[in-house]
């Protein structure tokens, strides 16, 4: 059987939204939420903090953190993720004595996912031999094809993308988002030494449901509306 850890990474000292992760979201703090979804799963679960205050906020919502605290160079706003993730996935090894095939990184400011999502991302993964990973994405609002602009070298205005001309949003390529809500790795992707989650080898999940990164306030109102109002067609 194969061994999956699920890691849930929460850094103090947000600089968006003070004290996100553990914000009380609709009567529960935001992580409660990730940590709620990640028991479901009936996988081993290792919490990445260097903050005693989020640690304590999790244990008290059924998370042990086995004393495992973030070290501190992975402590800095220049810290990649996915150095956060291995370091974790090192303790974890450590901790629990198993050799993991597969780490899945769920974010605490993108909670709105569900088991079945994780369920067919992982087959997603498991059923291309040559993938890395796979990561869960939205459908795109803008296109950068189409309605997505950037400033070229004469200072003006063109479109990001522009190998030919599309009129209309249906007729462009369509793109998809990160939402940051799950990422699944392969052991071979950090033997393979990358330090980003997109690689030549990468596989994207299309949520059909809602799905975004809490990066401000309104971000924080609007989930807090929607899990209130019950406007949500699943449970999170």
Not at 14 to 30: A, R
Not at 43 to 65: M, P
Not at 198 to 208: G, H, R, Y
Request: hydrophobic share 35%.
């Amino acid at each position: 059987m194969e061994e999956v850890l699920i890691t849930i990474c929460a850094r103090g000292g947000s600089k968006g939204v003070p004290d996100k992760n553990i914000k009380e979201v609709n009567g529960k703090p935001l992580i409660g939420y990730t940590i709620d979804f990640a028991k479901k799963l009936g996988y081993d679960i290792l919490l990445s903090t260097d903050s005693e205050r989020i640690s304590k906020v999790a244990e008290n919502c059924g998370l042990d953190s086995y004393g495992y605290i973030r070290p501190d160079w992975l402590a800095t706003d220049q810290a990649g993720k996915v150095d956060v993730i291995y370091n974790a996935l090192q303790f974890a090894e450590r901790k629990f004595s198993k050799t993991y095939d597969y780490v899945l990184d769920l974010d605490v400011t993108s909670p709105l996912r569900t088991e079945d999502d994780i369920k067919q991302a992982l087959e997603l993964v498991k059923s291309n031999t040559e993938a890395l990973d796979v990561f869960s994405v939205s459908r795109a609002v803008k296109n950068p094809y189409f309605n997505m602009v950037e400033k070229n070298e004469n200072g003006f205005y063109d479109l990001s993308k522009s190998k030919q001309d599309f009129f209309s949003r249906q007729s462009a390529p369509e793109v998809y988002e990160l939402n940051a809500s799950f990422y699944i790795y392969k052991k071979a992707f950090f033997e393979a030494g990358y330090k980003s989650p997109i690689t030549p080898k990468s596989l994207a999940f299309v949520m059909d449901h809602e799905c975004f990164d809490i990066d401000d306030e309104l971000a924080l109102s609007f989930l807090e509306f929607l899990l209130k109002e019950n406007k949500l067609k699943f449970t999170v």
